[in-house]
């Protein structure tokens, strides 16, 4: 089954060759094609140019594209979509006053999500779960990193990466599984944390390498829920059983989480809203990928990680949303891109770039997907009429998305 992209207004995120990311001054550069076609066969790129007289009858489908911007889905590294129920009750209490850290204190938080999972069902976890899947395949997600966590126990940790594999199958698109059992302490182990982490090394780790559950491998590096002491050594486990890191570090304070990353080859350091000139100095000399996630910081009014200062300072950034019950309950990239741009003062080149190319790496797969490159598969977002890709965050309240291919195929 061949399939022509005809009349593109403009073909977004052009690479002639495979790159794995860009940085610095390079994440300014967007190449495109304007006028141009897409030729693709069964669920791969085989062909793209500017718009000749050859490009016609060699298809099996033609889609008129005049008008409209053909790029690649975006790519959501860093999402907790597996979870039960919701926290709105919590949202309330933070208009009323209490901080995200008062909350968790009181019992609410990770440790809330975790209790309804729990109680839970593994079918019905996998239709609320799904639903929010669908979701974001709508709003041009075209492959997604799923984390654990919400279950703090062996028999629900398990659980929600069982259902993260039943996604994967179901939904063909790239679906990577990351272990996060060390997301908060569990009442079971209050004032014992180094117990919970034997648990998560000493019998959920085995459990979920057994049944090749997993990735990576994730870590709360945060005052408060887990040290640089319990980082390390949750990482070096996971090491054992082949699982590379993806951390959460410098959400709320800069406790080291940067260096313990990076010392463990970790593949991105995802939040960032605080970060030091040491930290950005040790992220220069590695191949860890920085992730920011403004939609929590949108959330909960917290400060955006410091992108201008990241990639003048020639790192390079990926973008993701952080899905989740208690600090962003939304899935939606384009949101995520507007917010890169308005509050994070990023150009739509780079914001671009950070939610393609770049989220491509921090989830593992830029040799396939995160750009439209021969050979690369075809998970494509086809816009509305639009005027440029610049009124893509512009018009930050609208679905400017028409339709989304995964694999070749209109969804």
């Known amino acids: 089954m061949t399939t022509i992209f005809i009349n593109i207004k ?10 794995e990311k860009v940085s610095g001054q390079e994440m300014k550069i967007l190449p495109s094609i304007k006028n141009a076609y897409l030729l693709v066969k069964d669920d791969e790129i085989i062909d793209y140019g500017v718009m000749n007289d050859t490009c ?3 298809a099996d489908e033609v889609i008129d594209c005049t008008g409209k911007i053909v790029m690649p889905t975006w790519i959501d590294s860093h999402t907790h979509i597996v979870y039960a129920g919701n926290r709105e009750q919590e949202f309330v209490d933070r208009i ?7 909350i968790a204190n009181r019992g609410g938080g990770i440790v809330n999500s975790a209790e309804k999972l729990q109680n839970t069902s593994e079918e019905d976890l996998y239709k609320q779960s799904k639903k929010r899947l669908e979701e974001v395949m709508q709003l041009g997600t075209g492959a997604v990193e799923i984390k654990s966590g919400y279950g703090l126990t062996p028999e629900a940790e398990m659980k929600m990466l069982r259902v993260i594999r039943k996604l994967k199958q179901e939904y063909k698109l790239p679906v990577k599984a990351t272990f996060l059992g060390a997301h908060a302490v569990p009442k079971a182990f209050k004032n014992n944390t180094a117990g919970y982490i034997d648990q998560v090394i000493n019998e959920m780790l085995p459990a979920i390498a057994n049944e090749n559950l997993a990735d990576y ?16 050594r949750v990482l070096a486990a996971g090491k ?22 990076v010392e463990y080859n970790a593949l991105s350091v995802d939040h960032l809203e605080v970060i030091s000139d040491e930290d950005i100095e040790i992220l220069k000399n590695s191949e860890t990928m920085p992730v920011a996630l403004p939609s929590c910081s949108y959330f909960l009014s917290i400060p955006y ?8 300072a020639g790192l390079p950034l990926a973008l993701a949303t952080d899905f989740n019950p208690g600090s962003t309950p939304s899935g939606n990239m384009n949101f995520v891109i507007s917010t890169a741009c308005i509050k994070m003062k990023m150009t739509p080149e780079e914001a671009i770039n950070a939610a393609t190319i770049n989220a491509a790496y921090a989830m593992g797969i830029a040799e396939s997907h995160g750009s439209i490159t021969v050979g690369k598969k075809a998970n494509l977002i086809l816009t509305k009429e639009i005027p440029s890709y610049g009124f893509l965050p512009y018009a930050f309240g609208t679905n400017n998305i028409d339709s989304v291919f995964i694999n070749g195929k209109k969804i």
């Open 10 to 19: 403009e073909l977004l995120q052009t690479r002639t060759s495979t790159i």
């Open 56 to 58: 016609f009858g060699i």
């Open 96 to 102: 009323n006053g209490l901080t995200y850290e008062e």
């Open 217 to 232: 491998i994730d870590i709360f590096c945060e005052k408060g829920y887990f040290s640089i002491e319990d980082t390390k």
């Open 240 to 261: 054992k059983y082949g699982l590379k890191p993806k951390i959460h570090v410098n959400q709320f304070n800069i406790i080291g989480g940067v260096a313990a990353g």
């Open 305 to 312: 990680t410091p992108a201008r200062k990241l990639i003048d």
